[in-house]
T-cell receptor
């Protein structure tokens, strides 16, 4: 696609339910990132995928959060047993190379999650 | 741990003014620094990427500079327009986890 695509754009769920957020990166981009942006806060790193390497999960806030990337392309971020503090905008980004190696980050429009 | 600071949090200027947005970081061991723009309810749009070996990058009315030794970057916007109103974020790092500032919300008054 022309850009990073995320779905759903908005999700309202009840506390305790599981949610899945999807990210379709720019075709050919080997690196994929998930960030979280809460109201009044900066972007918080969650997880990073690079090619076939093991993902960097060091930013996941709890074991209720998990993510996978199938076939080196589409990624799904899953939040189990959602809590109200999980309410935020979840942003996905991709790059052709790692940002440490001249790669520029391209972001999707985000998925806004509201946990009631 | 890298910390990125952007001050002030908000800025309002009249149309036509040249302005500078500041970004400071604590760890100078970075690979690059990137400036983004975010419109309300939208994702981030990349504006400029400066490699650690570079001093500045230019795109149209935008010019970004980088001084690693002092831990600073500036985004210069020439002849500001109401359409420039948005939140501007800088991000930097030396590994897979870019650290973002909280952004500067710019309002350009007609």
């Amino acid at each position: 696609g022309a850009g990073v695509s995320q779905s759903p754009s908005n999700k309202v769920t009840e506390k305790g339910k599981d949610v899945e957020l999807r990210c379709d990166p720019i075709s050919g981009h080997t690196a994929l990132y998930w960030y979280r942006q809460s109201l009044g806060q900066g972007l918080e790193f969650l997880i990073y995928f690079q090619g076939n390497s093991a993902p960097d999960k060091s930013g996941l806030p709890s074991d209720r959060f998990s993510a996978e990337r199938t076939g080196g392309s589409v990624s799904t971020l899953t939040i189990q047993r959602t809590q109200q503090e999980d309410s935020a905008v979840y942003l996905c980004a991709s790059s052709l190379k790692r940002p440490t190696n001249t790669g520029e980050l391209f972001f999707g429009e985000g998925s806004r999650l509201t946990v009631l | 741990k890298q910390e990125v600071t952007q001050i002030p949090a908000a800025l309002s200027v009249p149309e036509g003014e040249n302005l500078v947005l500041n970004c400071s970081f604590t760890d100078s061991a970075i690979y690059n620094l990137q400036w983004f723009r975010q419109d309300p309810g939208k994702g981030l749009t990349s504006l400029l990427l400066i490699q650690s070996s570079q001093r500045e990058q230019t795109s149209g009315r935008l010019n970004a500079s980088l001084d690693k030794s002092s831990g600073r970057s500036t985004l210069y916007i020439a002849a500001s327009q109401p359409g420039d109103s948005a939140t501007y974020l800088c991000a930097t790092g030396a590994n897979s986890k870019l650290t973002f500032g909280k952004g500067i919300t710019l309002s350009v008054r007609p």
